[in-house]
């Protein structure tokens, strides 16, 4: 499944419709949408244009509107009755029946008594709300994780992002504690950065790329991915198709 997330918030809701049309234009895995938390009025909006760019569904969270990373101190939370005031209006905007609309809850980690038992308590309300899935965000056990699936009885997300508060279990693990879904939010992401900090500090040091050609993707493995030959072959036939048409 991939998945995109733009987390600070200072995405909006534009840009993001944009970048899910461009990555449901390249492949036909199913597509899940952090929207963070909908951008107020703009809600019905948004999920009437994932629903056409072929999105698969959206997360929808219980922050305040500034909000955070939910891994990072000092995040802050709506009431239950806001989130489900959200996601009501997300499913009021939605025609498409398959789409998916998950619920996220930051309670277990925020700067505050909530906890658990207040995750799994407006976990449920957003259940009784119609909500198809839940986001579990920043547990810390694999107890926990059994706890949480345990009382909640759809579909649970689990954010195994690194460096954060989760440790990083392995799919096994998680698989015996209920979870269905895993996220991998920016393991690609951190391993393509480190990479390219080494190869910048190569060509500095050594004057080339040459140490770091057996690192890379070939042209070939590109082209093959890309299908570029067919596509070059295309444009080399309607050439000559156009060039027949002029003589």
Known sequence: MAYGRPDLGLTTRAEVIEEARRITAVTSLPLLVDVDTGWGDEITDCVQELEQT????????????????????????????????RLSAALAARKD????????????????????????????AYIETGADMIF?????SLVEYRQFTEAVRVPVLA??????QTPLFDREQMTQTGVSL??????????????????????????????WLERMQTREELYELLDYLAAERAQDAQHKKDHAKTD
Do not use: W
Request: glycine letters at 8%; a negative charge; charged letters at 25%.
């Open 136 to 140: 579990v965000e920043a547990l810390t």
């Open 54 to 85: 072929g999105a698969a569904g959206l997360q929808l969270e219980d922050q305040v509107d500034e909000k955070r990373c939910g891994h990072r101190p000092g995040k802050r939370l709506v009431s239950t009755g806001e989130m489900q005031a």
């Open 97 to 124: 029946s398959s789409f998916i609309i998950m619920a996220r809850t930051d309670a277990c980690s925020v700067d505050s008594a909530e906890g658990l038992a207040a995750a799994i308590d407006r976990s449920l």
């Open 159 to 164: 954010n195994l992002t690194e460096f954060g």
């Open 182 to 211: 895993l996220l991998y939010p920016l393991s690609a992401f951190r391993v393509m950065s480190k990479a390219v900090e080494g190869l910048y500090a190569s060509i500095r040091s050594d004057g080339s790329q040459r140490a």
